[in-house]
């Protein structure tokens, strides 16, 4: 049954070797600048993966241990010395501890010296054994009657030390946890391969043997974790050149991590087809020249890896075509960038708005239940204080815009009550709604301009509603949506961007005017602290029941007043018509750097807490827990400092009664009755503007919320979103509440806490990320709590407002700094050879980097000034403006440098195809370039918190 | 003349190569665990550096340039893509920009097409030509008259484009200044090797040549830089796989830019010693696995690379016997620990002095004049503020201690006066004086000592500074220096932590006590402003001159008194016998806060500023000058902010006048007056533990300052430095000034502003460090400058003291962060998984590492608790015992573990030698590991500022 190879010529037909004797060199050269055919080698591995096609699956993941022999007092002891899922794991010296996962770096010449091993040593394939003594006895009885041979095989028969049963210590640790967490990281399916190697005094050769097991069988001592053995190597010999056995063992285990490799050792006839394998992976190498790399670093796993099916496709294309080669390339690189099935048109009215609801309606019970994950708890709980932070800091703004037309009050019910409904039917509802930069612009000027025509600002407000639903529903029904393929990175970038200055913008803002109400006295003098003070004084209007002072009292009674004056505080004293006269009066100590310190030590602990994910101490778990939890612990922290130190802070005020902020209004607008009527018709101009407005702020986020690199499995809904903030806008103008679209800072975060990734992964190798916990409750709880939070006023207002800007100012600088336009900013202040190594970088030329950066910059400044000045009210406008500037840029930009920079806009598609078709063979070397275009690294970025 | 390997056997007897057909497998095996022998190419390897052995220098640094063939519209042309030094710089796409540095990552089989190409293509050795022209004219005659190598001719003498000429605006640059900035990289004696490769259509066959040069000529327009060529790799033929002539392009110039191929390439005799070379090129590769690495990723230069003369050492080792070559490698280990020469025992009195001065004498007037240099007045600079701040800070606190016996002023002499004296005449004159922290101590106890027992603390204090001095030169007359090589760095580091710790620990003191001089009133309440004041009132004793007030006055002069009373300042009304009445008297408001937000400010400024030097942004000169005067400049930002905001925060005292700080002293301490005539002889006990105190803090900073890997020239002098010391006591004493050692603290940044390193570098390369600026002008204008500082007043007063506090936290933080120690602390927080490759992690048990920093950590606590309790004064003699634990732990310990956590103890150093001797060819592996063990880099890290 056994294949045995030694000495077996089994030639293939015309794709053969060409000679026993061939040799590397002639091999690898086959597909040379010299020679045109396919090379034997890569014949032979091509027809191996052809046959082996059907069943991409058979081979499992392979767990490679190295055992070495070592002569100790007590005699010859194997000894684990390294290990491999992925990449390489040593025994460190002294035995106790494992070096971090790392590429395997070895000499060539060590692989040359495996692939004479494979050559002149015994191949025994499919070999029936049930036991390591079977193998052993198997293989000995093949090499014949050679002296040595009998004490070789007790050697082999010792039962091993591994690694981790040294100490007392480890034993224990071993029976509980430790081992089964190792074991949790190799998948159930693992097969172990077995490499042993060793110097022997009694041997004069060295033996060499290369094992299939025809089954996977469990060898008990010899391997460290549960799992059964299929590939043996061993290598036993006399005494050779330090390290040279410990090398080839290292060489077979990395030939044996090759995926490529792998399948050719399963499917492997001869051993003919061990060479070519291990040739096919000769030709593959990387590597780095001597004297200019030191060979003991350890090489860390990189991020991204070449994705082995491109390997395959490599062994297999060997085979076709060159036209064959050339369509599967284009249907590769066609599968690119297509337009999303959301997004293509029905071409009926409300035909998206149909297909939308379609497409979640199937998924709509299990947005529930699948909700039930405890990640999901901490998500919830970091969602709701991101909302409630939110909600007070626009509820205040808005409160200031609006002279409290719409208030905190207003704000925490308008996001529970238009959150809750958002979650419970939206298409995407993993989107948090919120009120926006661009929104609250929009109202402030819409206020100002009420006051000025001495227009019901409320009323008009509730047309100007009323048409942006109307005009949202057409944009629904006519599936306008589809436009939202015009948003490129350059449109989202610059809208991000401003939305974060906005933030930062009003958090600054907000600390100064609070330094404004508590103003220091920067002339204080110690010397003088006899001078200060601030005594109530009665106004002197005849208003006070008090009788003045300053005078000298003229009776005993006017004394006993006077006392009473200058008891009084200060609100007394104001309440009773005295005014307050001293050069202390206005003066706050302390309470103005304070605020500061609460302020940036609220902001500098979240950014700390926030990085602690990627420092190295503790345990992932917990610094995973810090990471996640890292706003609440900064909110927590400094309001416990501010506790502590007890300063009258300003504090947090939330309305403890249920009634709107301001007494003016009531909980319901009607819509006639204070302006002229035709203001019902007039509101359509702004109207326009809103819709304008509320559309890009919309879609943008949920483009960036849908994209490919979060693969959500449930679909989008760009139609049925829009349509439920439509609808939204009605509720909201009628009650008189805030409008409310989709936020992309907190969405992100909230995506981000629901990030779904591997946790059985090769030691070094990357957690894959898998997708996004897809459901409704989480948003839902969090817009409920929102909700409740309207009486949990006592707890609230222990939280200062310092604290919450600083919460802000931190929301705006990670919402930056996850922005490409953030980098390229930095570009325009690095010497050309201290950048970092984007991939546009090395596509594009630095001049037109900036220039395209410049663009964006200066669009952005156009925008913040506009918004500023009196001109702000055509802001929506200029947004969209800049899906037409970015248009523009086709003409300064080649369709390369914007494929580098930017997504490419739709039309252009089948262009660019050509193009891509035609570069393809260049951009072929590298499969990861694409995954850096789209994100920052292999796993999507959506660190905005 | 040329010899023409194409067809030549030229058999080089017994080594030459055994088969025309040989091929890699069968050479590289050559130190096979299969044969014995040497392979071939190793041997002819061998042979020829052996001939090359007298004149390693022969090979002149390679640049090495590849241009390739490009088709335009305007016909084929030659343009530049790639260039190298020691690493690879790409010419991105886009044609205007290098890429970084980096490792050339090559794939073997481009490798293996270089070796067909060198065997199969004409390789002309020593070829007389003196132009472009005439090498290519020869080349083709030598071809033969084939069909296209007319045009092949035409194609070869067209003028190329480099990469450098493309933009207009380039152009100009490169007539300036940026040209010649990488010309100034290379070093002049540097030679160019051309490499050419391309595709063509006319051609049916690769056409190849490898050409060295008689002579090296220059080739105007081919080259980028205006160097003379010697080498041209011309590589030319039909239509090919994608990139192929690229790769190979870029394998010659990789082979190129090795080290051992220059050589064996200056001296090929014939073809078949070029394939030698690349034989044993490729059998020293270092290689990663395919689909475990991303070919795309560019490796950016490690900080550390085996020395060549390993490499070189290897080939010519081939030919010695086994017994020579442990030999070799005995000596090689052997010169690695000596017992340094200024530390041997000459055995007579004050030998070891006269010697020092021996040493020292020649280069004094060098001293001088090799300060003439930029960087000595930025040096002098920072090293002023820091003496500065030094002197305040400790007077400061040598005030407190000492009733003001020795203050500010005093302190500011001290320094001025030791430190000068020490600069003209010590032997490491690098060194820079101080108060030290033990110092400090010590003298706060004497203080309290006196007091209690009622003796004259500076008549005390000078009989000890005598028997001090007189210890003192008894201990240079012995040459006690010797024992220094027992500060092993287990002693050094517990010293440094401790003084950091001090640094750490005063200046949060200093800023907790000022949070007590400006009390804060925590329970301030807005409301109650009216009811804060504090009103100046009479005493009531009978003392004051102004009638009390309170009661109702009887007369109105009583009443102007009253009111008078009321107008009085602080100062004025203590000075007037009043006293302060009122619930705002104790407060001061602002204040703490501001000096809270000075001191975090400026030492986060500073760490900021420090590590600036590492940030990516703008050009690296602009960056190092941020980063040497961090401290300055954020010592003058947080002057500026508060200046600017003109808060009363407490300043700088700096004396005005020239007198003693307290007026109960003079200038001059009398020996005998005040106590008993036997505390002359009692001063001999605390003497004693002074001197142990003295030594340990000297020689300490001494061993550390002189530490081989700083590559001071001009030698050390311990004994000459106690010396100076020694003498200055009895100054410092009869002056009744502080005494001064050396501060390692100070000194070690005085070092590192005095680093030079080399300028010409290969792109990539680290800078070499070349020393240090070893004069003594830096040091003495320095102190003179301080002295100067008396009379500075004016300009100092502005520095608030908080911000002095900030500049010795930072201090005393980045001297704990330049300490193993701390890296080992921190590993008590990391999970294994996740901590640093260190070198001693790979060879020590971690359990080892953590009881070894567990000892550590116990003794320092051990030191901190003596330092604060009672029994602080024999603090000094646990100092020593320091050195006595180290030397017990080596029953813990074994050497192997000693060796890599702490420096071996001299009289084991035999021992050692024999085990290190034993466990060599495990070590041997690598280089690095030494430089590793012996600092954090391969550059000494002297990073303390």
Redesign the interface.
């Given at each position: 049954e056994t294949k045995e190879a030694q000495g077996s010529t089994n030639p293939m037909g015309p794709d053969g070797p060409q000679s026993r004797n061939s040799?590397?060199?002639?091999q690898?050269?086959g597909?040379?600048?010299?020679t045109s055919s396919v090379s034997s080698a890569a014949g032979r591995v091509g027809f191996l993966l052809q046959k082996d096609e059907g069943k991409e699956a058979s081979c499992p993941v392979l767990f490679i241990q190295l055992n070495e022999l070592f002569s100790t007092p007590d005699g010859l002891q194997w000894k684990q010395t390294a290990r491999w899922i992925?990449?390489e794991e040593k025994v460190?010296?002294?035995?106790?501890?494992?070096?971090?996962p790392h590429?395997?770096?070895?000499?060539?010449?060590s692989?040359?010296?495996l692939?004479?091993c494979i050559k002149?040593g015994t191949v025994l394939l499919d070999l029936d054994a049930h036991s390591l003594k079977q193998i052993v006895g198997r293989w000995i009885m093949w090499e014949g009657h050679l002296p040595g041979l009998k004490k070789l095989t007790s050697v082999l028969l010792r039962t091993p030390q591994h690694h981790t049963t040294k100490s007392q210590l480890r034993i224990v640790a071993e029976l509980g946890a430790l081992k089964n967490q190792f074991q949790k990281k190799i998948p159930a399916e693992a097969e172990v391969s077995n490499i042993l190697v060793g110097e022997v005094d009694f041997l004069e050769k060295?033996f060499i043997a290369f094992i299939r097991l025809q089954e996977a069988v469990g060898l008990g001592a010899l391997t460290e974790v549960a799992f059964p053995s299929r590939f043996l190597f061993i290598l036993l010999?006399p005494r050779?050149?330090?390290?040279?056995?410990h090398e080839?063992g290292r060489a077979v285990a990395?030939?044996l991590?090759?995926?490529?490799f792998q399948r050719v050792a399963c499917q492997a006839q001869d051993r003919e087809d061990l060479i070519a394998g291990i040739d096919e992976?000769?030709?593959?190498?990387?590597?780095?020249?001597?004297?200019?790399?030191?060979?003991?670093?350890?090489?860390p796993?990189?991020k991204?890896?070449?994705s082995?099916h491109k390997?395959y496709q490599r062994g297999k294309t060997q085979q076709l075509s060159g036209a064959l080669l050339l369509k599967s390339r284009a249907g590769h690189t066609h599968g690119h960038q297509p337009v999303s099935e959301e997004l293509q048109r029905t071409g009926r009215l409300f035909g998206g708005l149909v297909k939308d609801i379609r497409r979640k309606v199937p998924w709509y019970w299990s947005d529930f239940y699948e909700a039930l994950n405890i990640q999901c708890f901490s998500a919830t709980l970091y969602i709701y204080l991101a909302t409630v932070t939110n909600a007070i800091t626009f509820g205040g703004m808005l409160g200031d815009a609006t002279d409290n037309m719409q208030g905190v009050l207003e704000s925490f019910l308008g996001t529970a009550v238009a959150g809750a409904v958002f979650c419970l039917f939206a298409g995407q509802p993993l989107t948090i709604l919120s009120s926006t930069g661009p929104v609250l612009v929009f109202e402030r000027l819409l206020f100002s301009f009420s006051k000025d025509y001495s227009l019901d600002y409320l009323e008009f407000r509730l047309w100007i509603g009323l048409w942006v639903a109307f005009f949202g529903l057409i944009l629904v029904a006519t599936e306008a949506s589809y436009l939202v393929q015009y948003f490129t990175r350059f449109t989202e970038e610059g809208f991000c961007a401003l939305i974060s200055f906005i933030f930062i913008y009003d958090a600054v803002k907000k600390m100064l005017s609070l330094a404004d109400n508590f103003p220091?006295?920067?002339?204080?003098?110690?010397?003088?602290?006899?001078?200060?003070?601030?005594?109530?004084n009665s106004s002197g209007t005849g208003r006070s029941r008090l009788p003045p002072v300053g005078r000298v009292p003229a009776s005993p009674f006017a004394w006993a007043a006077a006392a009473n004056w200058?008891?009084?505080?200060?609100?007394e004293?104001l309440r009773v018509g005295g005014h307050?006269v001293g050069n202390?009066?206005n003066?706050?100590?302390?309470i103005?750097?304070?605020a500061?310190?609460l302020f940036l030590g609220t902001f500098l602990c979240s950014m700390t807490l926030k990085s602690f994910k990627t420092s190295?101490?503790?345990?992932?778990a917990l610094r995973k827990l810090v990471s996640d939890f890292s706003i609440i612990l900064a909110i927590l922290i400094f309001c416990g400092i501010d506790a502590i130190?007890?300063?009258?802070t300003p504090k947090l005020i939330v309305p403890s009664e249920f009634k709107p902020t301001n007494s003016q209004r009531g909980w319901v607008v009607f819509p006639f009755g204070v302006n002229p009527w035709w203001v019902c018709l007039v509101s359509t101009v702004p109207a326009v503007l809103v819709i304008i407005l509320i559309f890009m702020d919309q879609q943008i986020t949920a483009v960036i919320l849908n994209r490919k690199e979060y693969r959500l499995q449930k679909g989008a809904g760009f139609h049925l979103d829009l349509f439920c903030v439509s609808l939204l806008m009605i509720l909201t103008s009628v009650t008189g509440l805030p409008w409310y679209v989709s936020a992309t800072v907190i969405s992100l975060a909230h995506m981000d806490s629901l990030k779904k990734e591997s946790t059985t992964s090769a030691?070094g190798d990357q957690p894959k990320f898998l997708g996004i916990r897809e459901q409704r409750l989480t948003g839902l709880v969090v817009f409920i709590l929102t909700g409740v939070s309207v009486f949990l006023a006592p707890v609230l207002k222990y939280i200062p407002m310092p604290v919450l800007y600083g919460v802000f100012l931190y929301m705006g600088v990670a919402a930056l700094n996850s922005i490409q336009l953030m980098d390229r900013i930095?570009l325009l202040?690095?010497?050309?050879?201290?950048?970092?190594?984007f991939m546009y970088?090395?596509?594009?030329?630095?001049?037109?980097v900036h220039l395209f950066t410049l663009i964006q910059v200066l669009c952005l400044a156009a925008l913040w000034i506009l918004k500023s000045t009196v001109a702000a009210i055509i802001f929506p406008v200029m947004l969209l403006a800049l899906v037409g500037i970015r248009k523009a840029m086709e003409c300064i930009f080649s369709q390369q440098d914007l494929s580098w920079l930017d997504d490419i806009m739709p039309e252009k598609d089948r262009k660019e195809e050509e193009e891509k078709l035609r570069s393809s063979?260049?951009k072929e070397?590298?499969d990861?370039?694409d995954v850096s275009r789209a994100g920052k690294s292999c796993l999507p970025q959506m660190s905005l918190h």
């Amino acid at each position: 049954e056994t294949k045995e190879a030694q000495g077996s010529t089994n030639p293939m037909g015309p794709d053969g070797p060409q000679s026993r004797n061939s040799v590397v060199i002639c091999q690898t050269v086959g597909r040379s600048i010299f020679t045109s055919s396919v090379s034997s080698a890569a014949g032979r591995v091509g027809f191996l993966l052809q046959k082996d096609e059907g069943k991409e699956a058979s081979c499992p993941v392979l767990f490679i241990q190295l055992n070495e022999l070592f002569s100790t007092p007590d005699g010859l002891q194997w000894k684990q010395t390294a290990r491999w899922i992925k990449f390489e794991e040593k025994v460190e010296d002294g035995g106790e501890r494992w070096s971090k996962p790392h590429i395997t770096t070895l000499s060539l010449h060590s692989l040359f010296e495996l692939r004479t091993c494979i050559k002149k040593g015994t191949v025994l394939l499919d070999l029936d054994a049930h036991s390591l003594k079977q193998i052993v006895g198997r293989w000995i009885m093949w090499e014949g009657h050679l002296p040595g041979l009998k004490k070789l095989t007790s050697v082999l028969l010792r039962t091993p030390q591994h690694h981790t049963t040294k100490s007392q210590l480890r034993i224990v640790a071993e029976l509980g946890a430790l081992k089964n967490q190792f074991q949790k990281k190799i998948p159930a399916e693992a097969e172990v391969s077995n490499i042993l190697v060793g110097e022997v005094d009694f041997l004069e050769k060295p033996f060499i043997a290369f094992i299939r097991l025809q089954e996977a069988v469990g060898l008990g001592a010899l391997t460290e974790v549960a799992f059964p053995s299929r590939f043996l190597f061993i290598l036993l010999g006399p005494r050779a050149k330090v390290k040279a056995y410990h090398e080839i063992g290292r060489a077979v285990a990395t030939v044996l991590t090759d995926e490529l490799f792998q399948r050719v050792a399963c499917q492997a006839q001869d051993r003919e087809d061990l060479i070519a394998g291990i040739d096919e992976f000769l030709d593959e190498l990387t590597v780095l020249p001597p004297g200019k790399w030191d060979p003991t670093i350890r090489i860390p796993p990189p991020k991204c890896l070449p994705s082995p099916h491109k390997r395959y496709q490599r062994g297999k294309t060997q085979q076709l075509s060159g036209a064959l080669l050339l369509k599967s390339r284009a249907g590769h690189t066609h599968g690119h960038q297509p337009v999303s099935e959301e997004l293509q048109r029905t071409g009926r009215l409300f035909g998206g708005l149909v297909k939308d609801i379609r497409r979640k309606v199937p998924w709509y019970w299990s947005d529930f239940y699948e909700a039930l994950n405890i990640q999901c708890f901490s998500a919830t709980l970091y969602i709701y204080l991101a909302t409630v932070t939110n909600a007070i800091t626009f509820g205040g703004m808005l409160g200031d815009a609006t002279d409290n037309m719409q208030g905190v009050l207003e704000s925490f019910l308008g996001t529970a009550v238009a959150g809750a409904v958002f979650c419970l039917f939206a298409g995407q509802p993993l989107t948090i709604l919120s009120s926006t930069g661009p929104v609250l612009v929009f109202e402030r000027l819409l206020f100002s301009f009420s006051k000025d025509y001495s227009l019901d600002y409320l009323e008009f407000r509730l047309w100007i509603g009323l048409w942006v639903a109307f005009f949202g529903l057409i944009l629904v029904a006519t599936e306008a949506s589809y436009l939202v393929q015009y948003f490129t990175r350059f449109t989202e970038e610059g809208f991000c961007a401003l939305i974060s200055f906005i933030f930062i913008y009003d958090a600054v803002k907000k600390m100064l005017s609070l330094a404004d109400n508590f103003p220091v006295n920067w002339d204080y003098k110690i010397n003088d602290v006899t001078l200060y003070g601030c005594i109530c004084n009665s106004s002197g209007t005849g208003r006070s029941r008090l009788p003045p002072v300053g005078r000298v009292p003229a009776s005993p009674f006017a004394w006993a007043a006077a006392a009473n004056w200058s008891l009084l505080t200060r609100t007394e004293c104001l309440r009773v018509g005295g005014h307050l006269v001293g050069n202390s009066c206005n003066y706050m100590p302390d309470i103005t750097f304070m605020a500061f310190i609460l302020f940036l030590g609220t902001f500098l602990c979240s950014m700390t807490l926030k990085s602690f994910k990627t420092s190295r101490y503790f345990p992932t778990a917990l610094r995973k827990l810090v990471s996640d939890f890292s706003i609440i612990l900064a909110i927590l922290i400094f309001c416990g400092i501010d506790a502590i130190l007890g300063l009258e802070t300003p504090k947090l005020i939330v309305p403890s009664e249920f009634k709107p902020t301001n007494s003016q209004r009531g909980w319901v607008v009607f819509p006639f009755g204070v302006n002229p009527w035709w203001v019902c018709l007039v509101s359509t101009v702004p109207a326009v503007l809103v819709i304008i407005l509320i559309f890009m702020d919309q879609q943008i986020t949920a483009v960036i919320l849908n994209r490919k690199e979060y693969r959500l499995q449930k679909g989008a809904g760009f139609h049925l979103d829009l349509f439920c903030v439509s609808l939204l806008m009605i509720l909201t103008s009628v009650t008189g509440l805030p409008w409310y679209v989709s936020a992309t800072v907190i969405s992100l975060a909230h995506m981000d806490s629901l990030k779904k990734e591997s946790t059985t992964s090769a030691p070094g190798d990357q957690p894959k990320f898998l997708g996004i916990r897809e459901q409704r409750l989480t948003g839902l709880v969090v817009f409920i709590l929102t909700g409740v939070s309207v009486f949990l006023a006592p707890v609230l207002k222990y939280i200062p407002m310092p604290v919450l800007y600083g919460v802000f100012l931190y929301m705006g600088v990670a919402a930056l700094n996850s922005i490409q336009l953030m980098d390229r900013i930095q570009l325009l202040l690095m010497p050309a050879k201290h950048q970092p190594d984007f991939m546009y970088l090395r596509h594009v030329p630095l001049r037109r980097v900036h220039l395209f950066t410049l663009i964006q910059v200066l669009c952005l400044a156009a925008l913040w000034i506009l918004k500023s000045t009196v001109a702000a009210i055509i802001f929506p406008v200029m947004l969209l403006a800049l899906v037409g500037i970015r248009k523009a840029m086709e003409c300064i930009f080649s369709q390369q440098d914007l494929s580098w920079l930017d997504d490419i806009m739709p039309e252009k598609d089948r262009k660019e195809e050509e193009e891509k078709l035609r570069s393809s063979q260049e951009k072929e070397e590298s499969d990861s370039e694409d995954v850096s275009r789209a994100g920052k690294s292999c796993l999507p970025q959506m660190s905005l918190h």
